[in-house]
């Protein structure tokens, strides 16, 4: 039976979906796994969204709460708001008690992946503080450590991303994901497509 991989993230200006795009080629790269991206709602009007400046959401599926249920494995992505998870993302999962009343989500592996604005915007804060919500809900924290090898230690290009995740700098919105840090994307999806799989196999 496949292993199901969900990659669940808001994004406004499309980083992190550019992120979610490689996390699910990554994961898909697995044999055996099948990899779904789902997007959380949008909580602001369309009014305020345009005076943002942010684009039009693309045509991936919206996701709800139960979906959650189904996934052997889930890569949260968002945006940080001041160190922390985007408020859509955070109302997403604020809509999980139902899930979490019922421990539905308990023994599931999740990963997290992320976007700030500079280099001390929350590169490290923003996944640390994510962590309650899979800690409430029992699931199992899947880092990626140093698994990425010798791009973790770049040092002479701009990256994103830490041991927590896989991660991207928005600046003011004009820099996009360079190719180190879509590839440590794809690593992660790959990384933790492989621990869901092994997880199912043994359970």
Do not use: C
């Not at 709602?41 to 959650?68: C, F, Q, R, W």
């Not at 962590?131 to 973790?152: D, K």
């Amino acid at each position: 039976m496949a292993v199901k991989v969900y990659v669940v993230y808001y994004s406004m200006y499309g980083h992190v979906a550019k992120l979610a795009e490689e996390i699910k080629k990554g994961a898909a790269s697995v044999e055996g796994v099948e990899v779904k991206l789902w997007q959380v709602p949008e909580t602001l009007p369309e009014d305020v969204l345009g005076k943002m400046g942010a684009p039009p959401k693309n045509d991936v599926p919206i996701i709800s709460p139960n979906d959650l249920v189904e996934a052997d494995g889930v890569l949260l992505g968002f945006p940080t708001r001041f160190g922390m998870m985007a408020a859509q993302f955070k109302a997403f999962m604020d809509a999980t008690g139902g899930l979490w009343r019922t421990q539905q989500l308990a023994g599931k592996p999740a990963g997290i992946f992320y976007s700030t604005g500079s280099q001390g915007g929350g590169q490290e804060t923003t996944p640390l503080t994510a962590i309650t919500q899979l800690v409430h809900h029992g699931m199992l924290f899947v880092p990626i450590g140093y698994t990425f090898g010798a791009g973790m230690f770049e040092m002479e290009k701009v990256k994103g991303g830490s041991p927590y995740g896989s991660g991207t700098f928005a600046g003011d919105g004009s820099r996009q994901p360079s190719e180190l840090e879509l590839e440590q994307a794809f690593h992660q999806g790959k990384y933790f497509a492989g621990i869901a799989k092994k997880l199912k196999a043994a359970a």
